[in-house]
């Protein structure tokens, strides 16, 4: 009739601990994480590497990688005659070095406006959180990096200075999920 009665099994057959090790679905299988505490500079409207990465390897092609990657940033307008300033930011994985855009998992972009346009020098400045789940399918290791760019030439940094000789924590937080 497709049913098991409970005669047809051993007392200790079926228990909390054997049924979590035959599922693992949504375990933390592991977790890596890393802070750099430099500074990156640059500009252009070319991405370019924020100067933090990390790596995982998972232990099956069915896992799951929650990336967490956060930074401190700023942007100059280096005095150009623009009412706004922006840096797009955006978060690649590899596991055969980074050729190409295809590697980008997730993209994002901070910006300010500012009403004066005469040549004006300012700055913005502020955190990234870049949160998302990645299914790589790969038991080989990953890498994961940021790169940024802004969009007209503004001078960029990442880790930024905080104004007491010391730079703003850049980190990477990589958790591996049994699916």
């Known amino acids: 009739d ?3 009665a409970s ?4 007392d200790d057959a079926v228990t909390a601990a054997k049924i979590a090790d035959a599922v693992g679905l949504g375990k933390i299988l592991q977790v890596q994480s890393s802070i750099a505490q430099s500074r990156t500079t640059g500009s252009g409207t070319t991405y370019a590497d924020a100067g933090f990465s990390d790596t995982i390897t998972c232990s099956a092609t069915s896992s799951k990688v929650l990336v967490i990657a956060n930074f ?3 942007v100059d307008n280096n005095n150009q005659s623009v009412t706004s300033v922006s840096l797009k930011q955006r978060l690649l994985r590899s596991n055969d070095g980074f050729s190409s855009d295809s590697n980008q998992i997730y993209a994002t972009t ?3 406006n500012f009403p004066e346009n005469s040549g004006m020098d300012f700055i913005i400045a502020g955190t990234t959180a870049m949160v998302t789940v990645d ?4 038991t080989s290791e990953l890498t994961y990096k940021v790169q940024v760019r802004s969009n007209s030439g503004d001078l960029w940094e990442v880790g930024t200075d ?3 000789s010391e730079f703003g924590a850049r980190g990477f937080t990589l958790i591996e999920i049994g699916a």
């Open 110 to 112: 901070s910006f300010s």
């Open 135 to 138: 299914s790589p399918s790969s």
């Open 7 to 10: 005669g047809d099994l051993a």
């Open 162 to 164: 905080l104004g007491d």
């Open 2 to 4: 497709g049913t098991i």
């Open 72 to 74: 401190n940033f700023g």
